[in-house]
């Protein structure tokens, strides 16, 4: 039978990669954690939209994600073993924020998010990524060594679930009022 745990994580720590233990709460694990929940928030959503474009787009991400996650558990570069974040994968995402723009009108004001499923998960995934960049700019303030491309992925991934959210909510219509 399978083991899906090893109790290793019984006194706090987890394994980081340069180091044998660090705390559960080191400030790259909590780093870390945020870009986990930024991808499983974004799996959420790529679930309850209906576009296969969009399916296939979240699930670039969160490859890309994946590579964040490993960066940033280095201590320092090492781009032979765990290459950086390309300038291009950043340019990908704005090239992305564009071509959903095109689809939306710029909001007046403030949105309010659950406009539906799909519009509601990006939702709360630009707010998971938000939380993601803030750890991560804590962890550089903190002196940490950060790759470069991190926090302009971050930034950018962002402004696209913003986007993504407001194309999910006028591609389906508000069920707002239906029952009243």
Not at 75 to 97: A, H, M, R, T
Not at 100 to 107: A, E, F, G, K, N
């Amino acid at each position: 039978m399978k083991k899906f745990y090893t109790s290793e994580g019984d006194d706090g720590t987890t394994g980081i990669l340069g180091h044998d233990r660090v705390s559960k709460n080191h400030p790259r694990i909590n780093a870390v954690g945020a870009v986990d929940e930024s991808s499983a928030a974004l799996g959420f959503a790529r679930a309850q939209a209906d576009d296969p474009e969009i399916h296939q787009l979240v699930k670039n991400i969160q490859e890309n994600l994946f590579q964040i996650m490993t960066l940033l558990v280095l201590e320092e570069p090492n781009p032979d073993k765990f290459p950086e974040l390309k300038k291009s994968q950043v340019e990908w995402l704005e090239q992305k924020i564009d071509r959903y723009s095109d689809l939306v009108d710029q909001p007046q004001g403030f949105i309010l998010p659950g406009e539906s499923i799909a519009s509601a998960a990006f939702g709360v995934a630009r707010t998971v990524v938000r939380r993601a960049e803030r750890l991560v700019v804590q962890l550089r303030e903190d002196g940490f060594w950060i790759s470069e491309g991190i926090l302009p992925y971050l930034n950018r991934l962002s402004s696209l679930c913003f986007v993504l959210e407001l194309s999910t909510s006028e591609h389906q219509p508000s069920q707002a009022g239906k029952n009243s």
